[in-house]
């Protein structure tokens, strides 16, 4: 047996420090290929709002300075680089006082809290339905409803949160079709920000979990039939075993590896929030605060939000790693 | 067809010499693959029986229905296949005729099975000690863990496998490895019969010679019948008592190990004996030219009629029956059953 060695381990993490160099280079280089320059363009926004500014010029160069446009570009990257390593993301052109990684740390408990819970539903659900949509065994009933689940996923769930907030939000007025957590609620852990929260969450999550399973359930689909037919699926059937025995530790537990792999990616990318569902219910999150970046043309801010989703992927890629080899015995802590 | 109502274990020796130690029953299996061109007949009218202690060989070029003969008796022939008729008479039951749920608890109790792919008969992901732990457990209920890890060393160590195999997957085990864990696998409820499909196919000699040993171990220290399913003529002369040869699902001639070898009857089977290649004279090969017709139309009469080198006018019409020309030497030809019938001797090749 190969444990995990020190070898191994070192390897992998200085990869994964290469992945967020060479990602907050790409950040660094982007936007100043772009055409434009993003502090000029702000303060005449401000002139066209005051009318008239004062001495101009000198605002956009101590501005420059201040956003470490100023220099060569040299010095900007090694500024850069050096406020990349100390997580200092700088201030948000738009709104100017604000950091941005102030900004992201109130956006991103939503975000993440959100997206995991509801992330890790879709895979649960969707997985048990491929799983018994393949499984011969399963009641014919059952088996009949069990695509119905999936009619969500040909819907794109922007459509489908517009659809449940007329249906649940103003129709039904059962959730709020809005916010995360009600006007007035103490923010902290108690029972009623909780109750609050989830009552808010829910929806969000809905739309998302039901356009996603589909994706979870045609994968595992496939990967149980392709099962079905191997040898030792036709062995664990020879040797009497219990059906569900053979369900869940011969079926769905090899079957559910490759699924394994693109959880990990999918929760990865979670810190760049999901635009669309948070936009439409207005839900404060990562997605949202992307949202309000692009739209006021904010560099900082994308930047430092698309920075969160590397760190992020490659986090949970190096997880992944780390992990895969405990639940798929035939990987090993070898090169490759 | 020959719908026999039952038989029970309790039953007097059938007549004509057969014996009473009959572990299994085969009757008029019929198998057929549904296609969209109609219906293979994978295994057409086959009836033989097993014997306590023996190991039966069964012998055919590939193709001729020996695994799905194997699958039918545990009852497990992937679809589109389907069992279309006949009995499989294992202990005074009729196997053809039982539920899921019985058939489950039955299952590698009374029958158990040694796939044609052992390479990957093994779930990739658990360890060898947890594969066969739930055969045992999901049979005899749960047990203590150390006696049951006894139980399972016991089995790893009687064909010849070390400890240690117990807590490896099976990509950490050579293919003769595996096999051997296949076959402790098979005999840990000590069941009455091993079906044991191409075994050591695709080893080489040295681990084919070992698990060969290992399998004729099995029977004679724990008495356990086996259907030996394989090409190999050389190997089947060394293991079994008897052997059955398969010719495109049909079954032609069944015999005592020597006689089949020392006196084939069957055309087909002095075919596939003369082509055993030997170390000692180099004989120019026979041409075989393997199936010459399509399984899903046999034609009318005898089944090897185009390859036949003996075929008549009549062998073209009506099919011969599996009879007896001596006394367990059973033979589907009419060059034998005529000479039977007109009390003559048997022609010899
Ligand atoms: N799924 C299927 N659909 C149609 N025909 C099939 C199917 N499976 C098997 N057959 C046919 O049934 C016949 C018997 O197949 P079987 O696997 O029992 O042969 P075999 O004697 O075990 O051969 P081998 O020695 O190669 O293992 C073959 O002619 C094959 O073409
Ligand atoms: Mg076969």
């Not at chain 2, 296949?182 to 079906?195: E, F, Q, R, S, V």
């Not at chain 2, 495109?248 to 055993?276: C, D, M, N, W």
Request: with cysteine.
């Amino acid at each position: 047996m190969r444990g995990l060695t020190w070898d191994y381990l070192i390897r992998r993490v200085a990869m994964f420090f290469v992945t967020i160099w060479l990602g907050a280079t790409l950040i660094f280089i982007i936007p100043r290929l772009a055409p434009g320059d993003p502090v000029a363009a702000m303060v005449s926004r401000l002139q066209a709002q005051a009318g008239y500014i004062e001495n101009s010029a000198e605002m956009i160069e101590a501005w420059r300075r201040r956003f470490g446009l100023d220099g060569p570009i040299w010095l900007q990257y090694l500024k850069y680089m050096r406020s990349v390593l100390t997580l200092d993301l700088g201030y948000s052109l738009a709104y100017f006082p604000s950091r941005v990684e102030e900004m992201i740390v109130d956006a991103l408990p939503w975000t993440v809290g959100l997206l995991t819970l509801a992330t890790l539903m879709s895979f649960v659900l969707g997985n048990l339905i491929g799983a018994l949509m393949a499984w011969r065994r399963t009641p014919g009933l059952i088996r009949n409803l069990l695509p119905l689940t999936l009619t969500f996923t040909s819907i794109p769930f922007f459509m489908l949160g517009i659809l449940l907030i007329y249906l649940f939000a103003f129709t039904l007025d059962w959730f709020p079709p809005s916010g995360a957590y009600a006007r007035g609620v103490e923010i902290g852990l108690n029972w009623e920000f909780i109750k609050s929260v989830i009552h808010h969450g829910t929806l969000p999550a809905l739309s998302i979990v039901l356009t996603s399973m589909g994706f979870w359930a045609l994968g595992m689909r496939g990967m149980m039939i392709t099962n079905e037919g191997e040898d030792y699926m036709i062995l664990a059937e020879a040797k009497g075993l219990n059906p569900f025995r053979v369900f869940w530790k011969y079926g769905i537990r090899t079957a559910v590896l490759p699924q394994v792999t693109a959880l990990a990616l999918s929760l990865g990318s979670i810190a760049g929030g999901s635009t669309l569902v948070e936009y439409i219910f207005a839900y404060p999150g990562m997605g949202y605060l992307l949202y309000q970046g692009i739209v006021n043309t904010d560099y900082t801010l994308i930047q430092g939000i698309v920075f969160m989703l590397i760190l992020g992927t490659a986090t949970s890629v190096l997880i992944l790693d780390l992990l895969l080899p405990l639940i798929d015995p035939r990987i090993t802590y070898e090169r490759g | 067809m020959n719908a026999t109502p039952t038989f029970p274990a309790s039953s007097p020796a059938p007549p004509n010499g057969q014996r009473d130690d009959v572990v299994l029953r085969v009757e008029h299996l019929k198998v057929y693959y549904a296609t969209p061109q109609g219906d293979v007949h994978a295994v057409d009218d086959v009836s033989f029986e097993v014997y306590r202690g023996e190991i039966l060989g069964l012998v055919g070029e590939s193709g001729c229905g020996k695994t799905t003969t194997a699958m039918a008796i545990l009852r497990l022939v992937q679809p589109p296949g389907r069992i279309v008729g006949g009995h499989i008479w294992l202990d005074g039951i009729d196997l053809v005729r039982l539920s899921e749920r019985e058939l489950r608890r039955l299952r590698w109790d009374k029958i158990s099975l040694i796939p044609q792919g052992a390479m990957n008969s093994l779930n990739p992901v658990l360890r060898v000690g947890e594969q066969i732990r739930d055969v045992i457990e999901d049979h005899e209920g749960r047990q203590p863990r150390k006696a049951l890890k006894e139980r399972i060393l016991h089995l790893l160590h009687l064909v010849g496998l070390p400890s240690r195999v117990y807590n490896l997957y099976p990509h950490e085990l050579s293919g003769g490895m595996k096999q051997r864990v296949c076959i402790a696998m098979a005999i840990a409820l000590n069941p009455i019969l091993i079906i044991a499909d191409e075994p050591t196919s695709a080893l080489d000699v040295v681990v084919q010679r070992v698990v060969a040993e290992t399998l004729l171990r099995v029977k004679e220290e724990l008495g356990i019948s086996i259907i030996l399913i394989g090409h190999d003529m050389g190997l089947m002369a060394q293991l079994a008592d008897r052997v059955a040869v398969m010719y495109a699902g049909h079954l032609v001639e069944i015999a005592p190990v020597r006689p089949l070898f020392k006196t084939p009857l069957h055309p087909y089977t002095q075919l596939l004996i003369e082509s055993i290649p030997s170390i000692k004279e180099r004989k120019p090969l026979k041409l075989t030219e393997g199936l010459t017709h399509d399984l899903r139309n046999p034609p009318p009469g005898c089944i090897f009629q185009f390859r036949c080198p003996h075929v008549t006018e009549g062998c073209r019409t009506r099919r011969p029956m599996l009879q007896d020309v001596h006394p367990g030497h059973r033979v589907a030809c009419f060059l034998y059953h005529e000479a039977v019938a007109s009390g003559g001797t048997s022609p010899q090749r």
